[in-house]
């Protein structure tokens, strides 16, 4: 906005006062309000966000007031009056202080099946009126459901509503009642009319995004249709059906069909299914699914509330999968997606293709890109295959807390990056920018910096397979990158202990998830009827699992597994490798993440994102935030635990002010630059110093990256035009493309000395992309130092497995893709 928005009340034209700010996000404020002709009725204000260049925006936005003023629905939060003042766009909406269906589900846990039919009937009421109104919602969420415990949903009784008020915990079962109402309809409208006359763009939130949202042609009501069908799947089992980071949600939302939750009915199943169709003209329309869940409500009535799920059973390659448009009219050009930051975050904005009227260049667009998929996913959920992580370990390398790669059936076009756990490298993009040259469609795509040391590879070099895992699932590596776990045929894992000369799997067995609890144990999930939950040591032995029996894996360091006392929130407890508590930090924590030694998790009694050392408990830093942020956005509450074991930061993007602190939770120093995350690159672990003076050393050209080797730094220019990395002037000799073929690059860091720079040419999920090699280019000449076909996943400690001469030499972990088969492929680098 371009007026001051401090949270003192205010007024707002002649008929509102703003009392307090009660919420902010991507699109704006939202504020607590009152008309002063009736200053007993609580309204909501949303303040937008405005283009102040544009003087056609009036003109626009009041010709929207019309239209989404007739939606009328008790399942909608209605559209009360808009406002213009000066620069100031606002929506005035009915007050719904219930908290919403995000809070309702962590709170409370999956609802009984008969609740998710009514649940979800009511929604898709409300969305088809909506839809009759002409209107495509586009961010269909939990967050953006409102929970009216007021008011009274057809067919129950008003003796049946129970008053609860906001933040507290209710168990959702058939006896429980409230309406849910569908919020923020026509927001992703207004946003776009207000914001820019040059470019089209869509809003939305990667978890619950349909798969055609990204494509050319503008989404259709089908598309709301879809992202209902995930949030009842969340609301039936407590999760969403794939994770990962947004690139990789996308992909899986294109290409992969989701697993079927232990006890979910087949009715409702049947439903689900028919809303999840990759092909949007296949779904029912919203007037449809209401009248199939309305009839599911007795069908299903006395079913038990299930269990809930931590992580999303195994997805399946889909066998009609959904196929972006791979090459745009001659001579446009595009951004995909230029506002993608995380599979959760809100407010993503993913311009428009063929048709979307886009007048602004790529080159003009790269300042504004922003992070696609840098972080890890919290909570320990396996990944889909792509780039692993880097190592929580203060040794040289590591592995991923969690990383998984899972098949996916070939697209015509690749949604942004992976994310990264900590552990091994994980390659996660940071910068995604399409560039049309010639008859191919050519991506960059700019990795975020690992902690893992890549200086430790040689240039010159020659690689050796050691060994192939066929067939695989999913990766999951486990702290310090000791040991694998790979996921076939489903629910079968094997666990592999990369300390041990046998290639062997060190036990194989049957899990509906799984992820790692320390460096040594690896969490089976299972249901009670198999038996429940169980460890896995590396020699194949199984024990029960300690702590808190109702408890939430927030993620593990080598030595601590660290939970939340209770299934959605509790306390905060360190379990070491004895099983025995080691620390406990009380609160009421409801989520966060582990890496690099760090805990980043939220108190919301207090409402402060905490840093706490994974070890020890100790509370590293506070920072007071409005709400809870989304966990899977890049640096969440803005803190920053991807740079190694010896130092976090916070980057406060209004001021540019990075804040770098120590591992003992000390301020080191502070930088104010202009710089993004998207332009810097460490090649291995950094102190708090080294991060300073990289940060206050990196150019912030849009077309620079500067990547931090052992003992100096290289500023790359990166042309999207051309599809070309140059350093000192030095073009890189890059793999030819096949004509029409899909380019992926990421630079990963300096090896060999910080004589070479490690590239990823290719992408286990572009679908386009058939040139997949990791290479080390010479800086000297361009060279090729040396190169291997096929697609980095991560790179750990060195292992016996590698034998004679080979065995000190860190192994690379990589993908290598045969139509829809991927074998795990390890392998040494050794120097030339």
């Not at 040991?483 to 060190?506: C, F, I, K, Q, Y």
């Not at 905490?610 to 070890?615: M, N, W, Y």
């Not at 640096?635 to 635990?641: M, N």
């Not at 998207?678 to 150019?699: H, P, R, Y």
Request: hydrophobic share 40%.
């Amino acid at each position: 906005m371009n007026e001051p928005s401090g949270s003192e009340a205010r007024r707002l034209g002649s008929s509102y006062v703003l009392d307090a700010r009660i919420g902010s996000g991507a699109q704006g404020e939202v504020w607590r309000a009152h008309n002063v002709n009736a200053p007993d009725e609580t309204l909501a204000v949303k303040l937008l966000t405005t283009d102040p260049d544009d003087d056609y925006i009036l003109e626009r936005f009041l010709k929207e007031r019309a239209t989404l003023m007739r939606v009328s629905s008790p399942y909608v939060v209605g559209v009360r009056d808009m406002v213009v003042e000066g620069r100031t766009f606002a929506i005035v909406m009915t007050y719904v202080d219930g908290g919403d269906l995000r809070g309702l589900v962590s709170s409370s846990g999956p609802f009984a099946p008969a609740e998710t039919a009514r649940v979800g009937a009511l929604l898709a009421r409300g969305l088809a009126a909506v839809h009759a109104a002409g209107i495509v919602h586009r961010d269909v969420k939990p967050a953006n459901v409102l929970i009216d415990w007021d008011a009274c949903a057809p067919g129950r009784g008003a003796d049946a509503v129970t008053a609860v008020p906001a933040g507290d915990t209710v168990a959702v079962g058939v006896d429980t009642h409230f309406t849910p109402r569908l919020a923020d309809f026509g927001v992703a409208r207004l946003t776009e009319t207000i914001s820019s006359t040059h470019t089209t763009a869509s809003v939305g939130t990667p978890l619950y995004m349909a798969p055609e949202v990204l494509d050319s042609r503008p989404p259709t009501s089908a598309a709301d249709v879809y992202s209902l069908g995930i949030v009842l799947y969340e609301v039936a089992c407590g999760v969403t059906p794939f994770t990962g980071s947004a690139g990789q949600v996308l992909s899986q939302h294109a290409r992969r069909d989701p697993g079927r939750p232990d006890g979910m009915p087949d009715p409702l199943w049947s439903v689900l299914t028919s809303m999840l169709i990759k092909d949007p003209a296949a779904r029912p329309t919203a007037l449809e699914v209401a009248q199939s869940l309305e009839t599911l409500t007795t069908v299903l009535a006395g079913l038990p509330v299930p269990a809930a799920l931590s992580t999303p059973p195994a997805s399946h390659p889909s066998l009609r999968p959904y196929e972006w448009d791979a090459v745009l009219a001659d001579g446009e050009q595009a951004t995909l997606p230029s506002g993608v930051g995380s599979a959760g975050s809100a407010g993503v904005a993913v311009t428009g293709g063929a048709g979307a009227g886009l007048s602004a260049t790529v080159d003009e667009q790269v300042t504004a890109t922003q992070y696609a998929g840098a972080l890890p996913v919290p909570g320990g959920a396996p990944q889909p295959w792509g780039p692993a992580p880097v190592p929580s370990s203060p040794s040289p390398y590591g592995a991923p807390s969690a990383q998984s790669l899972t098949p996916s059936a070939p697209s015509a076009v690749r949604a942004p990056g992976t994310r990264r756990r900590r552990g091994g490298l994980v390659v996660a993009v940071l910068v995604l920018v399409i560039a049309l040259a010639g008859a191919g469609t050519w991506w960059w795509t700019h990795r975020q910096p690992e902690a893992v040391d890549l200086t430790a590879l040689p240039a010159p070099g020659r690689a050796t397979q050691i060994q192939t895992v066929a067939d695989v699932g999913r990766l999951l590596v486990a702290p310090g990158g000791g040991a694998l776990v790979t996921s076939h045929d489903g629910n079968m894992w094997r666990l592999h202990d990369l300390s041990s000369s046998n290639e062997a799997p060190a036990w194989e067995g049957k899990c509906s998830s799984a992820t790692f609890w320390n460096a040594n144990d690896l969490l089976c999930h299972r249901s009670g009827s198999d038996g429940g939950d169980i460890l896995v040591s590396l020699d194949g032995t199984e024990k029960a699992v300690p702590g808190p029996q109702k408890r939430q894996l927030l993620g593990a360091s080598e030595q601590t597994a660290v939970v939340i006392d209770g299934y959605y929130s509790g306390a905060l407890v360190g379990l070491g490798t004895t099983g025995a508590e080691t620390w406990r930090a009380y609160g009421n924590y409801t989520g966060g993440y582990v890496d690099n030694g760090f805990v980043v998790t939220w108190e919301s009694d207090e409402d402060k994102l905490v840093v706490l050392s994974a070890d020890t408990g100790t509370v590293l830093l506070t920072r007071a935030l409005d709400s809870e942020p989304e966990w899977d956005e890049p640096l969440p509450g803005g803190v920053g635990i991807d740079v190694g074991p010896q130092t976090f930061y916070v980057h406060d993007e209004t001021s540019g002010t990075w804040s770098v602190y120590g591992a003992d939770g000390a301020l080191a120093g502070e930088v104010r630059t202009s710089l993004r995350r998207t332009g810097w690159v460490a090649s291995g672990d950094l102190s708090a110093q080294e991060l300073i003076e990289l940060l206050g050393t990196a150019s912030t050209d849009k077309e620079a990256v500067t990547v931090r080797g052992a003992r100096r730094s290289v500023t790359l220019t990166v042309s999207t035009r051309s599809c070309s990395i140059s350093a000192d002037g030095v073009a890189l000799a890059l793999p030819e493309r096949e004509s029409g073929e899909t380019c992926v690059l990421r630079p990963l860091g300096l090896v060999g000395d910080d004589t070479a720079l490690l590239v990823q040419v290719g992408d286990a999920d572009a679908g386009g992309s058939r040139t997949r090699q990791l290479l080390a280019a010479d800086l000297s000449d361009g060279s090729t130092a040396w190169s291997i076909d096929a697609v980095l996943a991560a790179v750990l400690p060195p292992s016996a497995r590698a034998g004679g001469g080979l065995s000190d030499l860190p192994v690379l972990v990589m993908q290598r893709l045969e139509g829809l088969r991927r074998d795990l492929v390890l392998a040494v680098v050794a120097e030339d």
